[in-house]
């Protein structure tokens, strides 16, 4: 019987946008219309159903909370969290929870610009050189890894190439690590955002880093920031860590 250290569960999810240029080749972020840069978010644990617990548990608290139903309107019922949209008083509250859990965070943030012209021009594949990036170091824990994508679309190309560029970027890393087993179980899915809460906690995590870094706005990120074991700004090539915060 594997016991439940053996396997881990990586949720990732993004802020921002990977595109650059329109379909005719206006390039949007110096038109001000795509953001200047992609944040991805990990989250790591070994016992996924119990962090969906204790996120279950604490939505239920929150939905309970006599503060918030004074604001909460038959609009927004709660059903997930999810940053962008959620209330500023849930968003305190969630950032601090987070703090609470026994998960591992990571992120990698992409200055899109900066970038190999080649994934200028290719959004899907810059997602999945990033996110690969994000994954090959800490990927390779446990005999079996399980990494969930949050992702809206359902088309199986998409989904087909993201994993393609992920494993080509860890089989790279393999390569020159060669200590590291070569064999372990690499499992992908690719679900919707609210389907599980650890993919709400990457997105929570994405978002902070992400308004740091386009806004300038740290309120989020402040929150959080001793739970983020570290964050790579691969293109500047500058690393953050919890001795050294961004």
Known sequence: MKTINDRTYIFIDESGKPEVYSARGVNLVEARKATKFLVLAAVRCNNQLLLQQHITDFKSILLKDVQLLKIFSSAYALDSFHAQTDYAEVKVKFYQFINTLDVKIDALVVDKLKCYEPLRRNPGRMYGVMAGQLLKNICHQTEETEIIFSRKDSKLKLRQELEV??????LEYLAVHPKLEA????????NPHYTHGGLQIADYVAHAIFQTYENNNRTWYEIIKNKVGKIQDICNKKYFTRSNPL
């Open 165 to 170: 560029e992920v494993e080509r970027i860890r």
């Open 183 to 190: 064999k372990l179980s690499i499992n992908y899915r690719h």
